[in-house]
């Protein structure tokens, strides 16, 4: 048995956690962010055929062979002026070739990285403050049948999804336009850009 004062700290933390869970999942009476925080930094993950593997931050998009580099790699390697976006997670091959896609949801949130509309899986959706499986699903299956959005409003033509819910999550999410490639600029939603 653990003395008095042991229980009472490990209580007094439990609580805590308890509230801060609620607060990140929306509960009624607590409020979520309102917004991400917006980061000078760009973050990538390495992985793979890679001295250091891990996720690295840079003070401005980096390209292939900076992440290479940063993740102790020595040479050359395929694609190395390839600008990043923040968010990449980059896969070395050992024969030096590389796979460019996006970090996961919970990762890119943890990040204060918004996740791509057009891009983001059921579970990476799952990750953003107020959606869960069913409504991160339907925007998936919308996705699917009319075509990439092309603002975050549009996701109030999804059931389950009304104006209220629309402002919690639009911090979260980004409109990346569907000709650039995963490793392109990042682009913001236009909607979401307070100058506008």
């Known amino acids: 048995m653990l003395p008095r004062t042991q229980q009472l700290i490990i209580l007094i933390l439990g609580l805590c956690l308890t509230g801060f869970l609620a607060w990140r999942a929306g509960w009624p009476g ?11 930094y760009s973050f990538v993950a390495i992985q793979g055929a890679v001295p ?3 996720v690295r931050v840079f003070p401005a998009p980096p390209t292939v062979a900076t992440v290479w580099q940063a993740a102790g790699g020595q040479g050359e390697i395929s694609d190395g002026s390839h600008p990043l ?12 070739g590389v796979t460019i896609e ?4 919970p990762d890119l949130i943890t990040l204060s990285v ?3 509309l057009n891009r983001a899986s059921t579970a990476d959706l ?14 998936v299956e919308f996705r699917k049948a009319h075509g990439p959005f092309l603002a975050s409003s549009d996701l109030l033509q999804i059931k389950g999804i009304g104006p209220k819910l629309l402002e919690k999550i639009r911090p979260y999410v980004v409109i990346i336009a569907e000709t650039a490639p995963m490793d392109s600029e990042q682009q913001t939603d236009p909607e979401s850009d307070p100058s506008n």
């Open 30 to 40: 607590s409020s979520a962010p309102t917004t991400l925080p917006t980061l000078p």
């Open 114 to 116: 918004a996740l791509d």
């Open 126 to 139: 799952e990750a953003v403050p107020g959606l869960g499986p069913v409504l991160a699903t339907r925007i």
């Open 85 to 96: 976006r923040s968010g990449s997670k980059l896969t070395v091959a050992s024969d030096g």
């Open 102 to 105: 996006a970090m996961p949801g």
């Open 52 to 54: 250091q593997p891990g």
